[in-house]
């Protein structure tokens, strides 16, 4: 059973940075894609960045391109999320998710509903 764990949210300044993280458990990390999305109060949960399982190609939502980068460590099984030059509309629970994916360049969903795993969400809170 996979398994997703978030950590890394807290509350900052706007112009200032996090890093979230993501440890994937329950099964080989590698075979998955996984995604970084968010929810803010009241609206629906939005694409934020994933990148193909191969990690050759990154993908983000224009709200955070240049701001936010994706990346993955398959030896710690754990996918991150850093940012910076936070806004307050940044704020919002992210979430990862994971899918399997068998084809390690296939370009990864945007879609939230392609994606079968979830973890409990990390709070990011970015102050004006």
């Known amino acids: 059973q996979v398994q997703l764990a978030e950590s890394g949210g807290g509350l900052v300044q706007a112009g200032g940075s996090l890093r979230l993280s993501c440890e994937f458990s329950?099964?080989?990390?590698?075979?998955?894609?996984m995604g970084w999305f968010r929810q803010a109060p009241g609206k629906e949960r939005e694409f934020v960045a994933t990148?193909?399982?191969?990690?050759?190609?990154?993908y983000y939502a224009d709200s955070v391109k240049g701001r936010f980068t994706i990346s993955r460590d398959n030896a710690k099984n754990t996918v991150y999320l850093q940012m910076s030059s936070l806004k307050p509309e940044d704020t919002a629970v992210y979430y990862c998710?994971?899918?399997?994916?068998?084809?390690?360049?296939?370009?990864?969903?945007?879609?939230?509903?392609?994606?079968?795993?979830w973890g409990q969400g990390t709070q990011v809170t970015v102050s004006s």
């Open positions: 990148m193909n399982r191969s990690g050759s190609r990154t």
């Open positions: 998710a994971a899918v399997y994916i068998d084809n390690s360049f296939l370009v990864p969903s945007l879609d939230p509903s392609r994606y079968d795993y």
């Open positions: 329950g099964r080989t990390a590698s075979n998955y894609v």
